[in-house]
């Protein structure tokens, strides 16, 4: 996973215009919880759940709170540099009145990290105190970003997903089989998705690297006949 500043030019104002969708959308459907998610591992998540919080703590100056909930493969610490010795994990284990081992990257950016490994991530992760915790968030920042495992390799993707407002999927073009990403949608709930980032898309190629709906548009054109 590359730095959130490294993102190239085209690519990073595909992370503007995603976060204006979001913008708009938070005024329409007080929207403020979104996760970030992927059929399958490798597809550019969280590099998406990073900028995407970047962008709407510096250019819309948003509190924002990005939450890497991917506990097998944790990754954002790596992204941004910061220590994993304690997290997400460590705070859904301990008392409601206790605080969170939050890092404040940035006057508006704020980091909870993955924090220790565990055996049974769902579990925690559709807990009551992961409920609650999303409800805390929500009181002290502008935006949730929550960065998920793949979907594809939850038994309870729609768990997760009932804790947020929206989804964003996150798709490898060229190499994410269709069959996945329509797996992917259904586990989510074809209500509960936003949008579609289309990552790795070559140059020739006449949408530039982000695709808002694209795929999933083609999802619901494919499943009309039924």
């Not at 509960?192 to 898309?201: A, K, Q, T």
Request: hydrophobic residues 40%; glycine residues 6%; aromatic residues 6%.
């Amino acid at each position: 996973v590359g730095s959130p500043a490294e993102a190239a030019p085209a690519a990073a104002e595909q992370y503007r215009q995603l976060a204006a969708a979001l913008h708009r959308a938070q005024k329409e459907r007080n929207l403020s919880v979104i996760m970030v998610a992927s059929a399958i591992a490798g597809e550019g998540k969280t590099l998406t759940s990073t900028n995407l919080a970047l962008t709407l703590s510096e250019s819309y100056r948003k509190r924002v709170l990005l939450i890497d909930a991917d506990l097998r493969r944790p990754a954002i610490h790596e992204v941004f540099q910061i220590p994993n010795t304690a997290g997400l994990t460590d705070g859904l284990r301990t008392a409601r009145d206790q605080k969170l081992p939050v890092v404040r990257v940035s006057q508006r950016l704020t980091i909870l990290t993955a924090g220790r490994p565990t055996n049974d991530p769902m579990g925690i992760l559709t807990s009551d105190r992961m409920k609650r915790l999303i409800e805390e968030a929500v009181e002290r920042f502008d935006w949730v970003i929550i960065d998920t495992p793949p979907v594809g390799l939850l038994t309870d993707a729609n768990l997760l997903g009932a804790i947020v407002d929206a989804a964003v999927l996150v798709v490898a073009a060229g190499s994410t089989p269709f069959d996945l990403v329509q797996r992917a949608v259904e586990a989510l709930g074809r209500e509960r998705i936003f949008g579609v980032v289309l990552n790795r898309v070559g140059p020739r190629e006449s949408y530039a690297g982000y695709d808002y709906g694209k795929y999933y548009q083609k999802y619901l054109d494919t499943n009309e006949k039924d």
